[in-house]
């Protein structure tokens, strides 16, 4: 069975300082992982996506994430937060090895940029 | 182009009331998810569609839940007797893949279900 770990419930972060959102998995076959955020009464966005290829991958308003298949990581990065990022963040994971398996999300990290 | 659409936005039951809550895909997406969130928890699936067809339904946590996608669009999900445990929002979600695999999902902005 898959699981996702966001062992932070909170992050703070100086507005233009780089921020981190960390995620960890597991899965029996092949990853495929995605990163979503939740503003407050709106549904999930996606932000980006780990498939196949290149480790790190780039996604939309800046973000990236690094999928590092030894620490089973697949943290979130943006090298200058805005105070507009400040929301929920949720990392998702899917067996890519097993058909139609539905996503196994995270609890969430409450991103919190300060001006 | 239009997203994922869910009605109604809000909805409150009494105890023991049903529940019928409706989800509009993205026009041509082939599978479509329902997922419950908890307060304060991240999303849990519930179902799962792939045109008209249920091909998985393990996550309704009981028999009073049930979904339906009859013409392969909109989809709707039934609470029978609702409890308090069902107080939640319902996210309903749609995806351009056959298979639901690879390509990610597209996400409405929800239904909040309060259970008096």
């Known amino acids: 069975a898959q699981s996702v770990a966001q062992p932070e419930d909170q992050v703070n972060v100086a507005e233009g300082n780089p921020l981190t959102v960390k995620c960890t998995y597991s899965v029996s076959g092949n990853p495929y992982l995605f990163w979503y955020v939740q503003y407050p009464n709106r549904g999930l966005q996606f932000l980006l996506k780990?498939?196949?290829?290149?480790?790190l991958v780039k996604g939309s308003y800046g973000f990236e994430a690094e999928f590092n298949k030894s620490q089973t990581s697949f943290h979130l990065k943006k090298p200058s937060a805005l105070v507009s990022d400040s929301a929920l963040y949720f990392c998702?994971?899917?067996?890519?090895?097993?058909?139609?398996?539905?996503?196994?999300f995270g609890k969430g990290t409450r991103l919190s940029v300060i001006a | 182009g239009a997203g994922v659409s869910q009605s109604p936005r809000y909805k409150v039951a009494k105890r023991g009331q049903d529940v019928a809550l409706r989800c509009d895909p993205i026009?041509?997406?082939?599978?479509l998810f329902w997922y419950q969130q908890a307060l304060g928890q991240g999303p849990e699936f519930l179902t799962y569609?792939?045109?008209?067809?249920?091909?998985?339904k393990s996550g309704l946590p009981s028999d009073r839940f049930f979904a339906e996608r009859p013409e392969g669009s909109v989809s709707t999900l039934k609470i029978q007797r609702t409890q308090q445990e069902d107080s939640a929002v319902y996210l309903c979600a749609s995806s351009f893949s056959f298979t639901g695999i690879s390509y990610e999902q597209y996400f409405g902005p929800g239904t909040r279900l309060t259970v008096t």
């Open positions: 569609f792939q045109n008209e067809a249920q091909l998985d």
């Open positions: 998702a994971v899917r067996d890519g090895g097993s058909g139609n398996t539905p996503l196994v």
């Open positions: 026009s041509g997406h082939v599978s």
């Open positions: 780990y498939i196949t290829g290149d480790n």
